[in-house]
């Protein structure tokens, strides 16, 4: 069994890839599988066990993909978004997250000092908020 982190994950179009320092799998979403039903789908730079690799005609496909952590959900403010580019930082605890309009649950535009929920990820060794929803505060 191997142990990888989620380097990027589609949630529209339901594929991912994941890798170690030797390798990079491309994966589904059904082949994925969270530690509760209310937990999220992938996040990215989670670590992830892999089951079984598979050669396909593209790539190598990660089968078996199991979350090792339940990841926490965090609240945050957002300190800055630019809605023309569609990005833009929330704060958390002291520590800013790259905020991307790919990753908006639903849809809504962050307005500056406006709480937002959040799982907190890592893509390109950089803090990102994964699975951003508005909240109350």
Same mark, same amino acid.
């Given at each position: 069994m191997l142990r990888m982190n989620v380097d990027f994950?589609? &949630? +529209?179009q339901g594929y991912g890839f994941c890798g170690d320092q030797n390798q990079r799998l491309f994966f589904r979403v059904e082949d994925f599988q969270r530690l509760s039903t209310e937990g999220p789908l992938p =996040?990215? /730079?989670e670590l992830v066990s892999v089951e079984f690799v598979s050669r396909s005609e593209k790539s190598l496909r990660a089968k078996g993909l199991r979350r090792l952590v339940e990841p926490r959900l965090?609240? /945050?403010q957002v300190r800055s978004f630019d809605s023309n580019k569609g990005?833009? !930082?929330v704060t958390h605890d002291g520590d800013d997250y790259f905020l991307h309009r790919s990753d908006l649950t639903v849809q809504f +535009?962050? =307005? =500056?000092?406006s !709480?937002?929920?959040f799982y907190a990820g890592i893509r390109r060794g950089r803090r990102? &908020?994964?699975y951003i929803a508005p909240t109350n505060g």
């Open positions: 994950y589609a &949630a +529209t =996040i990215c /730079g965090l609240q /945050g990005w833009g !930082f +535009t962050p =307005i =500056i000092g !709480f937002v929920k990102r &908020a994964c």
